[in-house]
């Protein structure tokens, strides 16, 4: 396993303060019980539908259970409660409706860029909002930033190792998820027998995952057994945000979807959890493996 | 509506025989209809578990129900049955599996070249399967050569005509369209919002559809109306064999799916019962149009 230079994680200094903009899972409760035991106290932005508003890491510290239509409002509240760094970190699923989005000074600001970016599609989405978030004086992190030990690291994590038939499917799905990426559609695939079958769009991961597993008694798959999931980053990536993310239910499902492995671009994506992924993995007979450039160019 | 040259239809002259090589659906069925329409007998290769075996169209008519793991001996059976052209039409579900393919002179030819394309993909092993024929001395026709009416022609076909922001949707949704193609992946795509959100992989177009029917519910989606299905051919198509289709299925799938309309490559996908694709699609309220290169480079 090559091994890279790892970024260490960023701590606030005094005068600093850090607010997680807190979708779905684990991430955003990690990053809160990260930084709590370094001693600090972030300012949490529950994001209403997406976090969960009883979660003890989230509650214990001053937080907000924010509508997704009042994101005008969060650079004020940002300001007065001295907010000086801000990470977004989990899922959104739901999407604002911009007509119910109540006029602000901040929205005011946001909501040109927001709406062409809505538009356009995610990544451009997720960059304007961090351009604006600079815009207003803040600095925004990655996750990773915080917890550098989320990426995934290159190289194989697991007691199984990948078959030569599983590299021909790691480069075959790579390369599809790669060419989705590019178009902002989707970040993963799926390749059994060399060739990419499924491709991630809307539904997500878990979604693409489900379908895979349907198409198990599908015809064109009968018979063939393997296969891997793929996901990459987007070339064109705003690396502070929405990166490639497992953790151990995507093993699972995988694993009942009856795929071999799994295979993240090493450095831009997240592992959740990654004793948890790794020993699941072991368990269910999977690999996990960080993929480098030349695994999907060689 | 841009008129263009449209091919005139294939005849076969005295003493030429043409052969349909049988899959799923109605294509293979008014191949046959219409050649017989025309005086002539051609000669059917009735794919077993695809195409009806109990079809009138087709037993009316010399023909043999084919296993596929039998093809190695269809080279000898065509020449024996005096058949100069093939035709392959409709869908394939099932793969052959290699390891039950009878030994034979023909396989023995051919096995090689398809065992290399089923490990590089759909797009290959057509090709590679046209190569074969053509090697023993068959004429290889597309089904739009014998049936120039189902190229689905440039332009608008329904009542109903896309909007400015149905134009963005099929723009987008052609260029996911042709990506996927490019990879050999799928022909397929649906766009809402100016967004590609579901892409084709081997689950197939009715596959594609229904999810998106159910994806209606998802967050992302909940609240956008609208969105539209396109097909368009892959870069490298081989026009014989695979072209993008649709039916009046497809318009009632698209339907239930909420979509606007339907967009496919124009001279390079047939639209099945055209008749009723335009009356099925007018009554629905969709539109449907023969997208070109305009329609995704604009």
Redesign the interface.
């Known amino acids: 396993m090559a091994t890279i230079e790892r970024p260490t994680g960023f701590r606030p200094a005094p005068g600093e303060r850090v607010a997680i903009a807190a979708g779905a899972g684990r991430l955003p409760v990690e990053l809160a019980e990260a930084l709590a035991a370094h001693g600090h106290r972030p300012y949490i932005i529950i994001i209403e539908g997406e976090a969960d508003a009883a979660e003890p890491s989230f509650v214990r510290h001053e937080h907000w259970v924010m509508p997704l239509e009042r994101v005008g409002e969060l650079a004020a509240r940002l300001r007065s409660a001295g907010v000086t760094h801000l990470v977004m970190a989990g899922g959104i ?3 604002p ?1 911009l007509s119910r989005v109540r006029p602000s000074l901040g929205i005011l600001h946001m909501a040109p860029r927001v709406a062409a970016s ?5 990544d451009n989405l997720l960059r304007s909002i961090v351009r604006y978030y600079e815009s207003v004086g803040l600095k925004v992190l990655g996750a990773h930033e915080i917890l550098p030990d989320l990426l995934a690291p290159p190289g194989r994590l697991t007691r199984r190792a990948p078959t030569k038939a599983d590299l ?1 499917d790691l480069k075959a799905a790579a ?2 998820a790669r ?2 990426g ?5 970040q993963a695939a ?1 390749a059994i ?7 991630e ?3 997500g991961t878990d979604g693409l995952l489900e ?1 895979v597993r349907g ?1 198990r008694s ?6 063939r057994g393997g296969g891997v999931l793929v996901k990459c980053a987007k070339p064109s990536q705003e690396l502070r945000a929405d990166l490639p993310t497992i953790g151990p239910d995507t093993v699972g499902m995988a694993h009942r979807a009856g795929l071999a492995g799994i295979g993240v671009e090493a450095d831009r994506s997240i592992v959740l959890d990654m004793g948890a992924v790794v020993k699941r993995a072991d368990e269910l007979g999977l690999f996990v493996i960080g993929l480098v450039e030349k695994d999907w160019t060689a």
């Open positions: 699923e739901r999407r409706r809505l538009a356009r599609g995610d021909d390369i599809a060419a989705i590019a178009l902002d559609i989707g799926v027998a060399g060739r990419a079958i499924a491709l769009g809307i539904e379908r198409l599908h015809g064109r798959l009968a018979g």
